[in-house]
């Protein structure tokens, strides 16, 4: 008995002797957020990268090499962003949830990952984010945010130091096995819900109990300039351009301020996202920028995105100890994968109200609902 518990205990000092890995999304500022990591013992990644989703799949290979490069605790890889990063925090929590034990974001604009169509309340249970703006609560995109209940904690950002923002990231760590897991995509390239993984899609599996946690993105209008960024918080005149990309060709300059739309005066940046969101229809309106002490005329169009993703799928697993039970609810999920930790074995499989397996081993499981009846198998890795 004294070897196996000196055995376990050997294992548990091993992990805690792993670093932490921060994750940083805006490389401006590295210096001195990779001198903060390095005073906490942290590892540290930083990388640029867009909203999108393929920089998103970029970034998993990124974090998990580096996971492992740096043999790095993969129960506390921290997220960070500042400025033009966080509408890339934002995404990634929402598109690898899986991957981060919690998020951080200062300052920047949310709106562009809200348009982006790809935020899920649901991906976010178990990734707390917080986010350091003084943004007003009122913003469309607070509102759309906490209407999805998106896992959101807003703290004012004027007075806030990154020494406090590292201390609160450090107060987490993450269950790589959490009991109950929750996890919404619409996308293929994005299946993983933890332990458990979408392998087959099929919009005819309904489910009315699930409904969709999508953060409704509004209209998503913006104008047809080339991507730039400006301080959603910040006072006018106008909207202050203040990140543009370095191959931008496109009419605006760093520090114009767009100080009309269409023939309307636009106060702040505030107002400016206020009529963007509430404009439903594709048109010509020219814009006034105020460059310097000079104002020029730019003609220009308002776009609205193509929407992606218009169906989407969602699954839920509880692992229920005293009846040593996994239940799965989902919807438009033909086939999963379900990773079984050795401590929950063994364990009945229930999948919308069927026992697909009785699961004797840990490791892989394939389910499928594609037949009459379901079929379960170990995983090909597994056997």
């Known amino acids: 008995m004294r070897l196996v518990t000196l055995f376990w205990l050997a294992l548990a000092l091993g992990a805690e002797d792993k670093a932490p890995l921060l994750v940083f999304l805006d490389p401006s500022p590295r210096d001195a957020w990779e001198r903060l990591a390095a005073a906490r013992g942290w590892r540290f990644l930083a990388t640029s990268l867009p909203p999108s989703d393929p920089a998103m799949k970029s970034l998993e290979s990124q974090v998990r090499e580096a996971i492992g490069r740096f043999g790095a605790d993969p129960e506390r890889v921290y997220l960070a962003g500042q400025g ?24 920047g604009n949310v709106r562009p990952a809200v348009n982006s169509n790809r935020l899920f309340g649901a991906n976010t249970q178990l990734v707390p984010l917080l986010w350091y703006t003084d943004t007003p609560s009122d913003d469309p995109s607070r509102r759309r945010l906490a209407a999805a209940e998106f896992n959101l904690e807003v703290r004012p950002a004027q007075g806030a130091t ?11 760590r993450r269950d790589l096995y959490p009991a109950s897991v929750d996890c919404e995509t619409g996308s293929p390239a994005f299946p993983r819900c933890y332990w458990l993984e979408i392998t087959g899609f099929d919009p005819r599996k309904r489910n009315d109990v699930l409904g969709t946690t999508r953060v409704n993105p509004g209209s998503g209008a913006t104008l047809n ?19 543009l990309p370095p191959d931008y060709a496109g009419p605006l300059k760093l520090h114009d301020r767009i100080v009309s739309v269409g023939g309307k ?19 010509a309106a020219a814009i006034v920028v105020l460059r310097g002490n000079q104002r020029q005329r730019i003609e220009a169009r308002i776009v609205l995105p193509e929407r992606q993703e218009p169906i989407t799928a969602r699954v839920q697993g509880t692992w229920l100890t005293a009846s040593r039970e996994i239940q799965i609810i989902s ?24 026992e697909v397996a009785k699961a004797a081993a840990a490791g892989c499981w394939e389910l499928s609902m594609e037949t009459d009846p379901p079929v379960a198998r170990r995983c090909e890795a597994s056997k």
């Open 225 to 243: 300039l080339g991507a730039f960024g400006f301080d959603a918080a910040a006072p006018g005149p106008g909207v202050e351009i203040v990140w």
């Open 331 to 354: 919807r438009a999920v033909s086939k999963l994968k379900a990773d079984v930790p050795a401590a929950w074995t063994p364990v009945s499989i229930n999948w919308n109200g069927i």
């Open 84 to 107: 033009n990063g966080v509408p890339a925090v934002f995404l990634a929590a929402s598109r690898l949830p899986g991957l981060w034990t919690a998020a951080l974001a200062i300052g």
């Open 265 to 283: 005066a636009i106060a702040d940046a505030r107002e400016y996202m206020a009529i963007m969101d509430q404009t439903f229809e594709e048109k």
């Open 162 to 172: 990154a020494e406090q923002a590292l201390d609160w990231l450090a107060t987490h």
